[in-house]
């Protein structure tokens, strides 16, 4: 995808959304980390359901300490992988409190030494907390960063730089935002909506007309 499509295609779906954000629900950066550490190979609605208990009880380090590993439990089960989830989120808010006076820290290498953290997790936290052009890559942007050749790559990383070279510099702060919500609502795994894809003339997936109708081939 050359330069000019990028530059349409970030420009449509900031016109359709000028102010995206994360569907994950939370009000600081540590209730983000947390939900983030939860939402691997989870849904955010679950997480969401998980939180308003959780959240209102203990939303800071020395308060989910406090609730224990089976009282944290006990309130994020509903979640895939929730007992290692827990275990990893009270090491974290050890490690908070010992290293960080109970703040998250806002660069990548203290993130990433956090239990539960992976470079993804960082970059969530990093751009959806603290205003950091990062971009999280994970499947929903994988897979539209590869079908629509805005930036393929064999790997995350590969797929991740490219994008932080591609994305023109005006959208780089929200072009997380923009991919996965594109990816998990209109460009999604199965059957992509490409009938109803604000850039399918700018998309260069090659299988596109197999999802598109006869009318819109012919308009």
């Known amino acids: 995808m050359n330069a000019a499509k990028r530059q349409k295609m970030f420009s449509r779906l900031k016109s359709l959304n000028p102010h995206p954000t994360t569907e994950l629900v939370y009000s600081t950066p540590f209730e983000l980390l947390v939900a983030v550490i939860l939402s691997a190979q989870a849904?955010?609605?679950?997480?969401?359901?998980?939180?308003?208990?959780?959240?209102?009880v203990a939303n800071t380090p020395a308060k989910i300490l406090a609730l224990g590993e089976v009282r944290?439990?006990?309130?994020?089960?509903?979640?895939?992988?929730?007992?290692?989830?827990?275990?990893?989120?009270?090491?974290?808010?050890?490690?908070?409190?010992?290293?960080?006076?109970g703040q998250v820290p806002r660069n990548r290498e203290d993130l990433e030494q956090l239990p539960g953290v992976g470079r993804k997790t960082a970059n969530v936290v990093l751009n959806t907390a603290f205003g950091e052009p990062t971009i999280a890559v994970d499947t929903h942007i994988f897979r539209v960063a590869?079908?629509?050749?805005?930036?393929?790559?064999?790997n995350v990383l590969e797929v991740e730089n490219k994008l932080l070279k591609r994305v023109p510099a005006a959208f780089q702060h929200d072009a997380h935002h923009w991919l996965?919500?594109?990816?998990?609502?209109?460009?999604?795994a199965r059957k992509p909506a490409c009938q109803e894809c604000c850039i399918n003339d700018l998309?260069?997936?090659?299988?596109?007309?197999?999802?598109?109708?006869?009318?819109?081939?012919?308009?």
Do not use: W
């Open 180 to 188: 996965i919500l594109h990816g998990r609502y209109t460009c999604k």
């Open 72 to 101: 944290l439990s006990e309130m994020i089960q509903r979640i895939g992988l929730y007992r290692t989830k827990a275990k990893n989120i009270l090491a974290t808010c050890k490690l908070l409190n010992e290293l960080h006076a």
């Open 43 to 56: 849904t955010d609605k679950s997480v969401n359901l998980a939180t308003q208990k959780l959240f209102p």
């Open 146 to 154: 590869n079908r629509t050749g805005l930036a393929p790559g064999k």
């Open 203 to 219: 998309c260069e997936f090659d299988e596109k007309n197999l999802y598109l109708t006869k009318r819109d081939l012919e308009s």
